[in-house]
């Protein structure tokens, strides 16, 4: 069985086996729930009282994690008929998280959904991130707003703005640069394309999504309360939920931000991004 409770799960054998309440723990604190999220699953599971046994510790926990999370991710509507489009979407995250590849895997679902999309490859600081995402734009057939190597990122989203409007389009999503939650000048730098695209539209960015890689761990709530203080978020992309990543860090930065899934990716190919839903991400998880 897959997901942070298989420790417990693997160590309590028959179903009518009380809980060994100080291996729940340890899986919990191992998982990547991070500690102050575990801590209040373990007590909540504990006041359930000490005659929980193994064939419902999986289904407690769920519940446990459920308060945390929307049932289903809020989806992306264009603007209302008659309001001057399009939906902005920064792409935000550390490096290697998988952001150009989400851009891409968004940009195919709403083009499969019947709207328009342009890309913006606002990574400026790194050649193959621009080579990448004008890949995918040939192989989706979405036209990519780019520039030259090290070229003001915030400038570029202005332009790709101003063209998007031209065009009429739908949407526009600007994969931005990998950058550590860590270094100031960077995460002042999201601020920076904010103001920029709020010259031509001023209730732009209109979504912040932080692209989450779930084997990152619990320091992905410390990326979130940093990156939200940047530039506001608005939800979260799940990526590599189809290898080792637990899914625990999705509940810890709901319970200790407020900030939501919103999609999940769980592969490589244009179409491995789905609409976030709390009942199979969780039986996935859990």
Not at 117 to 138: I, M, N, Y
Not at 173 to 178: E, K, M, N, V
Not at 190 to 216: N, Q, Y
Not at 253 to 270: D, H, L, S, V, Y
């Amino acid at each position: 069985m897959a997901g942070w409770l298989k420790n417990v799960l693997g160590r309590i054998t028959g179903s009518h086996q009380a809980v060994d309440w100080e291996e729940v723990e340890a899986a919990l604190w191992q998982s990547d729930l991070g500690a102050p999220t575990a801590t209040v699953i373990l007590e909540s599971l504990r006041s359930k009282g000490l005659t929980l046994h193994s064939e419902n510790v999986l289904e407690a926990a769920r519940e446990e994690a459920a308060k945390y999370l929307p049932e289903k991710g809020e989806d992306l509507s264009p603007m209302p008929a008659g309001s001057e489009g399009p939906v902005v979407i920064l792409m935000v995250g550390v490096n290697g998280t998988g952001k150009t590849t989400s851009s891409a895997k968004l940009a195919a679902l709403l083009k499969s959904r019947g709207h328009s999309v342009l890309l913006c490859a606002a990574d400026t600081f790194r050649a193959a991130a621009v080579e990448q995402l004008k890949s995918w734009g040939e192989r989706l057939g979405i036209e990519v707003v780019s520039s030259e190597y090290g070229a003001d990122p915030a400038a570029l989203c202005h332009d790709a703005l101003a063209k998007a409007k031209r065009l009429k389009s739908d949407f526009l999503i600007c994969d931005t640069a990998g950058r550590l939650h860590t270094k100031s000048n960077l995460m002042q730098e999201l601020a920076k394309m904010k103001r920029s695209l709020g010259k031509i539209d001023p209730t732009s960015p209109h979504e912040v999504f932080l692209v989450t890689d779930t084997t990152t761990g619990s320091n992905a709530v410390v990326q979130a309360r940093e990156f939200h203080a940047a530039t506001p978020l608005t939800g979260l992309i799940l990526t590599k939920l189809d290898g080792s990543g637990k899914g625990g860090v999705a509940v810890a930065i709901a319970r200790e931000t407020g900030i939501t899934p919103r999609f999940i990716g769980t592969g490589e190919q244009a179409e491995d991004l789905a609409l976030f839903d709390r009942a199979s991400f969780l039986e996935r998880m859990l």
